[in-house]
């Protein structure tokens, strides 16, 4: 008798997220790797496309579908942006200001850790709530750095 919908969030990020390290969230770790003047590893040719969701955006939809989502349904809440690896990492190394990438072969078993390119149909989500992502990846990134400025010592 409880009611309830399924939501699926593809590459979530932002502040008070764990950086301690790169199991949880590569966008985080990738900032971590820069502000530490780093390099970061980009595997293959860095075409793969993601979508990546800033966590204020999550909390609005989440919000939305508890009074406005259909019990029972899947919803995917994401930014629904086509954004390369390659350009995720441009803009993370560009914000922070510091940080090197290299494209690196993949390893042997590369199947079992690439997913292939997903972006997020969120237009069931968009039809039911009327929600809209409201931070670009830009802006998301941006966010995150002034937080670790700040905050670093806590969570690195």
């Not at 932002?14 to 985080?28: E, N």
């Not at 390369?84 to 090197?100: A, C, L, P, Y």
């Not at 850790?113 to 972006?119: K, L, M, R, S, W």
């Not at 997020?120 to 002034?146: F, N």
């Amino acid at each position: 008798g409880v009611q309830g919908v399924s939501v699926r969030i593809p590459n979530p990020y932002g502040p008070r997220q764990q950086m301690k390290h790169s199991k949880y969230s590569i966008v985080g770790w990738f900032v971590r790797q820069a502000m530490e003047n780093k390099t970061i590893n980009i595997y293959g040719d860095g075409r793969q496309l993601r979508d990546y969701i800033y966590i204020d955006d999550i909390v609005a939809a989440l919000l939305q579908l508890i009074t406005r989502g259909q019990t029972g349904s899947p919803y995917n809440i994401g930014s629904h942006q086509r954004i390369s690896f390659t350009q995720m990492v441009d803009t993370v190394i560009r914000v922070v200001g510091q940080g090197k990438k290299a494209f690196v072969a993949w390893p042997a078993d590369y199947e079992k850790n690439e997913t292939g390119d997903y972006v997020a149909d969120i237009t069931r989500v968009q039809q039911d709530t009327g929600w809209r992502p409201q931070v670009d990846l830009e802006e998301g990134i941006s966010r995150i750095v002034k937080f670790y400025q700040v905050n670093r010592k806590h969570y690195w």
